[in-house]
């Protein structure tokens, strides 16, 4: 059986805690700042006074991830592929950065995509049908959460391409949130799975 490394359980539990520490201290930092109206990338324009500490954070994030990809070895290769994309796809849309709050770049709306399709679609390629496994990794576990994870991901979607919608911010910081947390749900399962499948044996 694949293992989790320590690596990974570490940067689980930062992830989820910087992801969400970092929208809100940029965000507190910014007066007028709207975050139900306005998006995470709106805290990393290049016209924001606050970009280097979001931008900061979504760096670290992009690594965290790609740590995990390493190192959560539990996981199906396939799946550990696409959350290296997922880290790769966030340093992306870190580098392209959106020009000011009321235009936007391609290249940063690409990569933001392919960084919101892969982190819902990773559980679905993570998959084992391995028995000694945890649940969170088989069929019914990443099934589930992939679908719970795209639905998500669809509604922030068409959200953020509707130019009339008012609730962009909420409907990001849903999604973000959901797709960490399940993240670092699954890899502490994973761990917790292993440790006590040790003391069995």
């Known amino acids: 059986m694949r293992r989790v490394g320590r690596a990974a359980v570490i940067a689980s539990t930062i992830g989820p805690i910087q992801s969400i520490l970092g929208w809100v201290i940029s965000g507190a930092l910014w007066a007028g700042y709207d975050p139900i109206r306005q998006t995470i990338s709106d805290l990393a324009a290049d016209d924001s006074p606050v970009q280097i500490i979001q931008s900061s954070f979504f760096m670290l994030g992009a690594t965290l991830t790609v740590i995990g990809a390493i190192s959560a070895r539990s996981f199906a290769l396939p799946g550990r592929l696409v959350l290296l994309g997922a880290g790769l796809a966030t340093y992306a849309l870190t580098i392209f950065t959106t020009p000011s709050q009321t235009g936007h770049s391609d290249a940063h709306r690409l990569s933001a995509t392919i960084s919101f399709v892969l982190m ?21 576990g990443a099934i589930g959460a992939t679908l719970a994870l795209t639905l998500i991901s669809l509604w922030f979607l068409s959200t953020w391409l509707d130019p009339q919608a008012t609730n962009i911010g909420l409907a990001e910081r849903v999604i973000v949130t959901s797709q960490v947390l399940w993240l670092s749900f699954t890899v502490y399962s994973c761990w917790l799975h292993q440790q006590r499948t040790d003391v069995m044996l």
């Open 120 to 140: 819902s679609a990773w559980p679905l390629f993570s998959m084992r049908f391995d028995r000694r496994y945890s649940w969170v990794i088989r069929p019914a």
